[in-house]
């Protein structure tokens, strides 16, 4: 066999890494099936430079053949925050869905190298008691046909235990920190869980909250600024343009040193555990606040009532997994289409924990109608037609009650 023969016979494999011991776990185990392993760390805002340097040696360590760095923290806000702004979703009503898009920003870019490096394997180190098999899975099986999905650690049933084994019988480190907590950061928010997790009777400690400082640690006064939003979007921070991300990093930057952004959510996993987990999404909470209250002036109730549904449709499909479902491009076209005159400036104030809406201003609100002012005047009809208006309005409810009643 020629050299460039045997060059093209291994096979390559493709591996979300993040340098932890899971994706290091897979390098070796890879290699020992023959494969050439290609680790992709792709920054969604979790990691500093320091941290990619750091990752990037790690590989080199592990003897990977090459190793790509990609920021994708841009295509993470213009494609999966930007809609879930416009849908003002919080799921449970409590929390910014701040994992799930992250991992379908991983597997597009996985797919780009993917293809790049001529290979249909890609790997990753997910377990197999968390949603985040699901999502790799289900978008990778959308992205590429016939793509051949590698996760040892789900597989095989491997513990952490057996991982270290496995690395240190190879030769190769293994950290000595394995923390009590499992933190996942990232531009949109940061998931944390733990022992007090596992239940629902005890709080995290707040030194596990990596950012958002606990209300009697506050030090910093009250601070009132004004989002400019145009076509759903936040685009101007007093006045002044604002890139997504920018501004993201700034409102989790004066929110969390003010004590605001931290909660908790429970709810029920992709494969079906009932779960809990305490998150920080200062910039998520802030922004679907004040989107929210500026559709309230620029949209109809059915609009607002509709968008809700869809609303919550689209994030929890983004959530579980599903975002390539062509649903999700039906819903993101009518949000696209209900955001045309969702444009104005509100007013923020974050002080200890808090945040209040203080102004809406919108050259599209509908609050200031020539038809009338809620309470004290009318527009465009007269008191008769108002008693006429009250008398047909409920008019089969009244009758279903009555009947109801004399029929008992």
């Known amino acids: 066999m020629t050299v460039a023969a045997e060059k093209k016979s291994v096979k390559k494999a493709i591996l979300a890494f993040s340098g932890g011991l899971d994706t290091s776990f897979c390098v070796p185990w890879l290699k020992e099936l023959g494969y050439s392993v290609i680790t992709v760390t792709v920054n969604t805002g979790g990691f500093s430079t320091e941290d990619l340097k750091e990752i ?9 053949a090459k190793h790509y760095t990609i920021d994708a923290q841009n295509a993470l806000y213009d494609g999966f925050a930007s809609y879930l702004i416009k849908a003002n979703y919080l799921k449970g009503g409590v929390y910014p869905a701040c994992v799930g898009p992250e991992r379908n920003i991983i597997v597009m870019e996985l797919v780009k190298i993917a293809e790049k490096e001529d290979t249909k394997v ?49 030769g190769f480190s293994v950290s000595a920190k394995r923390g009590t907590y499992s933190i996942n950061v990232g531009l949109l928010g940061t998931t944390i869980g733990g022992a007090e997790t596992k239940g629902t009777e005890k709080e995290l400690p707040d030194d596990v909250f990596p950012s958002v400082l606990p209300l009697d640690e506050v030090k910093k006064p009250a601070i009132a600024f004004t989002i400019g939003f145009e076509n759903g979007l936040p685009v101007f921070l007093d006045g002044k343009k604002k890139d997504g991300v920018d501004l993201i990093r700034w409102l989790n930057g004066v929110c969390s040193e003010r004590g605001f952004g ?45 968008k809700g549904i869809l609303g919550t449709t689209y994030g929890d499909l983004v959530h579980e997994g599903l975002y390539f479902d062509p649903l999700c491009r039906d819903i993101e076209a009518m949000l696209d289409s209900a955001s045309k005159y969702v444009k104005g400036s509100v007013g923020v104030r974050v002080h200890k924990g808090t945040v209040t809406i ?51």
């Open 56 to 64: 990037e040696a790690r590989a080199k360590e592990l003897g990977t």
């Open 122 to 170: 890609i790997v990753h180190g997910s377990t197999g008691a968390g949603n985040d098999q699901v999502r790799f899975d289900l978008a990778l099986k959308s992205l590429i046909e016939e793509c051949e999905i590698l996760a040892p650690i789900r597989d095989g049933g491997y513990t952490r235990e057996d991982e270290v084994a496995f690395l240190k019988k190879h």
């Open 262 to 306: 931290k909660d908790y959510h429970i709810g029920t996993t992709i494969i079906g555990l009932k779960a809990r987990i305490g998150f920080e999404a200062p910039a998520l909470k802030v922004l679907v606040k004040a989107h929210t209250e500026l559709e309230k002036i620029t949209l109809t109730s059915r609009q607002i009532s509709w």
């Open 358 to 408: 203080t102004s809406l201003k919108s050259p599209y609100s509908l609050l200031h109608s020539k038809l009338g002012t809620y309470g004290e005047r009318t527009g465009s009809w007269n008191g008769q037609d108002a008693k006429g208006f009250c008398t047909l309005y409920g008019m089969e409810s009244a009758n279903a009650f009555l009947g109801h009643r004399e029929a008992q």
